[in-house]
């Protein structure tokens, strides 16, 4: 059996991914949740064609060498400001030359959903600006699926 550590995967993804061949990459850890689920979700990402903006999920590779998936929240002259959607604070400035990938689609509950779809704009655009309130919200979610059921 082949092991690799996450740093050696990552770096293997990204040498495949091509203009016009995007890679997926399986969600690990929950700092994305509510939006992306450790183990359940995917994100399909590809070379950044744009500066990124507020809203866009990428891939970035801190100076550590340890690959984070999170949000734009703000740029600004100095750098990208990124934060997980479970997230209450922003990391950065992060250069843009360590933003290796972009998220063009993601893989949520089985389903792919791209910009323009309810979930990818209402965490792109409506779930930034709860703030504290993310939260309290993922938690009553939470409480609702578990008394809810499995489907």
């Not at 999170?70 to 400001?81: D, I, K, N, Q, W």
């Not at 993601?106 to 779930?127: D, H, M, N, Q, Y």
């Not at 600006?129 to 993310?134: F, V």
Request: charged share 20%; with cysteine; glycine share 10%.
């Amino acid at each position: 059996m082949l092991r690799l550590d996450t740093r050696q995967y990552i770096n293997l993804l990204l040498a495949q991914m091509r203009p016009g061949r995007p890679v997926s990459l399986a969600v690990w850890g929950s700092s994305m949740a509510p939006f992306l689920i450790h183990g359940r979700d995917a994100v399909l990402l590809a070379a950044p064609e744009r500066p990124l903006k507020p809203g866009d999920v990428a891939l970035f590779e801190r100076p550590s060498g340890q690959y984070v998936l999170h949000r734009v929240c703000r740029t600004a002259p100095e750098g990208l400001y990124f934060m997980g959607d479970g997230q209450q604070q922003a990391e950065g400035p992060v250069p843009p030359q360590a933003v290796r990938a972009l998220a063009i689609k993601a893989r949520r509950k089985g389903r792919w959903l791209g910009p323009g779809s309810f979930w990818w704009e209402f965490f792109a655009r409506v779930w930034p600006h709860l703030g504290p309130l993310r939260g309290a919200l993922s938690a009553l979610y939470g409480a609702f699926k578990r008394k809810e059921g499995p489907p």
